[in-house]
Nanobody, 120 residues
Framework: QVQLVESGGGLVQPGGSLRLSCAATGNIFSINTRGWYRQAPGKERELVAGITRGGSTNYADSVKGRFTISRDNFKNTVYLQMNSLKPEDTAVYYC??????????????WGQGTLVTVSS
């Protein structure tokens, strides 16, 4: 079974940093577009950052210059480095990936979510 396993959330003070990781496990042939989304209480889920297999990236305006998405295709892992965190970054962060399995099924997968709380 192919799944995404997230780690790295937690409580951090304003101005601090956190690094989220999302590892894809199982029988995987390839992983195409990957991204991080977030959902704050009472708000809709929104795209934070995305990265193609070739490394092209895009970011929400609210995180440009503070967050960096990257991926390690050998480890099937995508990262989100979050710097200069603000209270408004508080949300549950979800990893999303387009995965082709070893049996050539094309799946859109979501991680279980990891809570990031920015507070003093």
């Amino acid at each position: 079974q192919v799944q995404l396993v997230e780690s790295g959330g937690g409580l951090v003070q304003p101005g601090g940093s956190l690094r989220l990781s999302c590892a894809a496990t199982g029988n995987i042939f390839s992983i195409n577009t990957r991204g991080w989304y977030r959902q704050a209480p009472g708000k809709e889920r929104e795209l934070v950052a995305g990265i193609t297999r070739g490394g092209s990236t895009n970011y929400a305006d609210s995180v440009k210059g503070r967050f960096t998405i990257s991926r390690d295709n050998f480890k099937n892992t995508v990262y989100l480095q979050m710097n200069s965190l603000k209270p408004e970054d508080t949300a549950v962060y979800y990893c999303n990936s387009r995965v082709v399995t070893a049996t050539f099924s094309d799946l859109e997968l979501w991680g279980q979510g990891t809570l990031v709380t920015v507070s003093s």
